[in-house]
């Protein structure tokens, strides 16, 4: 009953400015993540509330070309205004338990087929920034919600992330701690807009 959420969330995307401009045109539309390593499954990534994330990845993407599956040589960021539906939001204690369901399901199917699946690190990275087995457990969850399957099929994911170093010695808090969220109908995308500086001649809203 609660998986539904209720409310507009502000998410944003980071890209190359020529993409920016032609969604607002509306010549184009953002398009479907889906690699074996995507942390919340296959979709349409944002980063909720978080604008300078989205430009921070951006640039990564433009100063290592080889991570990206589009040259960035521009970095920007769109701003998209979504209701998640419902959301397989792993905030939600419940859907912990369902995602352990699901990987036991998964391990099941694939125990006597030798495959092999692992979140990895990449280099001298720490953080598991390859999440094969994270990205096949909520494919397998998302496998049972087939149109012909009496289970309501999930339009959104959700997951919070502590990611890079600790932000000071001994802290709770990591440098990129961040909340992602993973689109999976489109329909949930209300509306794209440029996202605007503050007007420091006002005051802050």
Same mark, same amino acid.
């Given at each position: 009953?609660?998986?539904?959420?209720? @409310?507009? $969330?502000?998410?944003?995307?980071?890209?190359?400015?020529?993409?920016?401009?032609?969604?607002?045109?509306?010549?184009?539309?953002?398009?479907?993540?889906?690699?074996?390593?995507?942390?919340?499954?296959?979709?349409?990534?944002?980063?909720?509330?978080?604008?300078?994330?989205?430009?921070?990845?951006?640039?990564?993407?433009?100063?290592?070309?080889?991570?990206?599956?589009?040259?960035?040589?521009?970095?920007?960021?769109?701003?998209?205004? $979504?209701?998640?539906?419902?959301?397989?939001?792993?905030?939600?204690?419940?859907?912990?338990?369902?995602?352990?369901?699901?990987?036991?399901?998964?391990?099941?199917?694939?125990?006597?087929? @030798? $495959?092999?699946?692992?979140?990895?690190?990449?280099?001298?990275?720490?953080?598991?920034?390859?999440?094969?087995?994270?990205?096949?457990?909520?494919?397998?969850?998302?496998?049972?919600?087939?149109?012909?399957?009496?289970?309501?099929?999930?339009?959104?994911?959700? @997951?919070?992330?502590?990611?890079?170093?600790?932000?000071?010695?001994?802290?709770?808090?990591?440098?990129?701690?961040? $909340?992602?969220?993973?689109?999976? &109908?489109? &329909?949930?995308?209300?509306?794209?807009?440029?996202?605007?500086?503050?007007?420091?001649?006002?005051?802050?809203?």
């Amino acid at each position: 009953m609660y998986t539904t959420k209720t @409310g507009l $969330i502000l998410g944003f995307h980071g890209c190359d400015e020529s993409i920016v401009d032609n969604i607002l045109l509306g010549k184009e539309d953002l398009k479907q993540s889906d690699n074996t390593y995507d942390w919340l499954g296959h979709g349409i990534y944002f980063w909720e509330n978080s604008p300078s994330r989205a430009l921070e990845f951006a640039r990564f993407l433009r100063d290592h070309p080889q991570k990206a599956k589009n040259p960035i040589k521009t970095p920007a960021v769109i701003g998209a205004v $979504i209701d998640l539906g419902y959301c397989l939001d792993f905030t939600d204690y419940a859907n912990l338990q369902l995602l352990k369901d699901g990987y036991d399901l998964l391990m099941t199917a694939i125990s006597k087929s @030798g $495959i092999k699946l692992a979140n990895k690190p990449i280099g001298e990275n720490r953080d598991l920034l390859l999440r094969d087995l994270d990205c096949a457990v909520i494919e397998t969850l998302h496998s049972l919600r087939s149109p012909n399957s009496e289970l309501r099929s999930f339009d959104s994911v959700r @997951g919070v992330f502590w990611e890079g170093d600790d932000i000071y010695p001994n802290a709770g808090f990591k440098e990129k701690n961040h $909340i992602q969220i993973c689109i999976r &109908n489109k &329909n949930c995308i209300k509306g794209y807009f440029a996202p605007r500086q503050i007007n420091s001649d006002y005051s802050k809203v």
